[in-house]
């Protein structure tokens, strides 16, 4: 069967980006970078993304170019025979799955609130009022099963329709409009009175800021964000690597993704930092700072429906450019597994996509007596904590050490394929740093990652 294609190299970056930009850049890496000292770790996490994110992106996309096949069979392609390495492509699929069992949810509260924000029922909320519809949101399941169910008809609908014409089309639609709606709401932040307090706190780097959150908390937690940032270790990325050419250098493409997905993060804080400082709010209110703090700010500004729909359709867009990569590799696993055609595979993952999601939206309701870290967890936090915390780090760490060692794909083979094109390549030099020190930092993370936990 002939391998689907990209039509172009922005459509595979834009498709890659999007995969990466998800609720974590425009969510959790505001509320990171509010919670761990702003600017300083902004710089951290910079100099991690470089160092970590770029070349294990860069061995994603050199597997699933070299494969031509999905995570759960690129690895038979490649290993040598008698080797087990193709054990983690089922892992990897079961990643996606798991990822999506909550992602649909928070794609689902996006949409609730862009309209929730457009019908002004934030309108003359006092800040206890605002918290409430929030809470009021997650004890009713029926309306958040409605608008997971919708995430899950557009984002295997628009799969449906095939790689160019559907996921390649639409994406490139959603991430231009992103873009310009990220611009747009930054500046109207900047321009608030009272501002740039925010502006410093989130740009300036200041050390005793870090001394008082504690350095190696910073550092780890800045780690912990460049790396869970670009969905390095289920394969999500591999995917697209599988639908190019061999035009272009792959490590010049990963950091090319790297920047686009940099610059969502950094513009998310520019929107709302500002704002918090303009109104007198808490940056480091954490995970409840887009639902609970942000509505709050809305209500005061002038227009402030207006800003606030604009907001809610932008987290939208972002969340559901996620949604769409990694339902691209579900569907694409099952083809390989199964033989299916294309629309067949949607509808059958559509179905189980929507039964497995429902644990997550009843964990905050008739199932919330289940805690399993103990009191305020849910079903949610335990399902991020395997992906995150688990799959995502144990995952980059095979895919790195199949490409550096010579039991596995060999150094020399990935950086043939990687350097196959023209643009940034691999040198010589990064073999030591990306034999050795790669995977140390991989294990860090996994194991600071266990022990935060427990």
């Avoid at 969905?231 to 010049?252: C, E, H, T, W």
Wanted: hydrophobic fraction near 50%; glycine fraction near 12%.
């Amino acid at each position: 069967m002939q391998r689907e294609r990209l039509g172009s190299r922005l459509g595979f970056i834009l498709l890659s980006a999007g995969c990466a930009i998800g609720i974590g850049n425009v969510w959790k890496f505001p509320y990171m970078a509010g919670q761990y000292g702003g600017g300083v770790f902004v710089l951290i996490y910079l100099f991690f993304l470089i160092a970590m994110g770029v070349p294990v992106l860069t061995m994603e996309f050199s597997l699933g170019r070299a494969a031509q096949k999905s995570p759960v069979k690129l690895y038979q392609q490649l290993e040598k025979p008698g080797s087990k390495w193709h054990i983690h492509g089922y892992f990897a699929m079961i990643g996606n799955y798991l990822l999506m069992m909550f992602y649909t949810t928070v794609a689902g509260w996006m949409l609730m609130y862009f309209i929730k924000m457009a019908k002004g029922d934030f309108v003359g909320a006092d800040s206890d009022g605002v918290k409430q519809l929030f809470t009021d949101m997650q004890a009713k399941p029926v309306p958040m099963i409605v608008f997971m169910g919708i995430v899950v008809v557009i984002g295997f609908g628009v799969c449906s329709l095939g790689v160019q014409k559907g996921l390649e089309k639409v994406t490139k639609i959603m991430m231009t409009a992103l873009l310009a709606i990220m611009i747009i709401l930054a500046i109207n932040s900047i321009m608030m009175e009272g501002g740039s307090k925010g502006l410093e706190f989130y740009l300036k780097p200041d050390f005793s800021k870090m001394q008082e959150v504690g350095v190696g908390n910073v550092i780890v937690g800045a780690m912990n964000q460049a790396f869970f940032t670009l969905s390095l270790g289920i394969g999500s990325m591999a995917i697209f690597g599988s639908y190019i050419n061999k035009d272009r250098a792959l490590m010049g493409e990963a950091i090319s993704v790297g920047i686009l997905d940099t610059f969502v993060a950094i513009t998310s804080g520019l929107i709302i930092f500002p704002a918090c400082f303009a109104y007198g709010v808490q940056p480091d209110s954490g995970p409840s700072l887009i639902f609970i703090t942000l509505p709050n700010i809305f209500n005061d500004i002038a227009l402030g429906r207006f800003w606030g729909s604009l907001f809610f359709i932008f987290l939208s867009f972002a969340a559901l450019s996620t949604v769409l990569a990694v339902f691209e590799n579900i569907i694409s696993c099952t083809i390989e597994l199964t033989g299916w055609n294309r629309k067949k595979t949607c509808v059958v993952n559509g179905v189980a996509m929507f039964l497995l999601s429902l644990p997550c939206i009843l964990g905050f309701n008739i199932l919330k007596g289940f805690k399993p870290f103990g009191d305020g967890s849910n079903i949610m936090d335990l399902e991020d904590f395997i992906v995150s915390n688990i799959l995502l780090p144990l995952g980059s760490l095979c895919f790195i050490l199949f490409c550096v060692l010579r039991y596995g794909w060999g150094w020399d083979k990935f950086v043939e394929e990687a350097n196959c094109g023209k643009g940034v390549k691999v040198r010589n030099w990064m073999r030591g740093y990306m034999t050795i020190v790669l995977p140390i930092i991989v294990l860090v993370i996994f194991v600071m990652g266990i022990v935060s936990k427990f």
